[in-house]
Nanobody, 122 residues
Framework: QVQLVESGGGLVQAGGSLRLSCAAS????????VGWFRQAPGKERKFVAS????????YYADSVKGRFTISRDNAKNTVYLQMNSLKPEDTAVYYC???????????????WGQGTQVTVSS
């Protein structure tokens, strides 16, 4: 069984940067596509970005295009989300998730981490 653990969240001022990490343990997850989702208080979980198992294709929500970059290092069993030019509306709990198909649909992801809080102050 693969377990995902996010890290790297925190408090940052608007315009700042954070890099989130999603580390897999238990078994290699290099065959999985990995996505990042976020959930703000009282709102539904939303797609942020995803990357195919080989890293050849990436996808982004319109709200983060040009500011966030997803990447992966399969040798380290880790996926990253570099977040630049952060805005207060980026404040949320960020989750990484794994799936056998590359999709933006949260329900199709069957592996989830516990989440990491990102707070952007104005």
């Amino acid at each position: 069984q693969v377990q995902l653990v996010e890290s790297g969240g925190g408090l940052v001022q608007a315009g700042g940067s954070l890099r989130l990490s999603c580390a897999a343990s238990g078994r290699t997850f290099s065959s999985y596509a990995v996505g990042w989702f976020r959930q703000a208080p009282g709102k539904e979980r939303k797609f942020v970005a995803s990357i195919t198992w080989g890293g050849g294709s990436t996808y982004y929500a319109d709200s983060v295009k040009g500011r966030f970059t997803i990447s992966r290092d399969n040798a380290k069993n880790t996926v990253y989300l570099q977040m630049n030019s952060l805005k207060p509306e980026d404040t949320a709990v960020y989750y990484c998730a794994g799936t056998n198909i590359n999709t933006v649909v949260a329900a199709l992801y069957d592996l989830w981490g516990q989440g990491t809080q990102v707070t952007v102050s104005s």
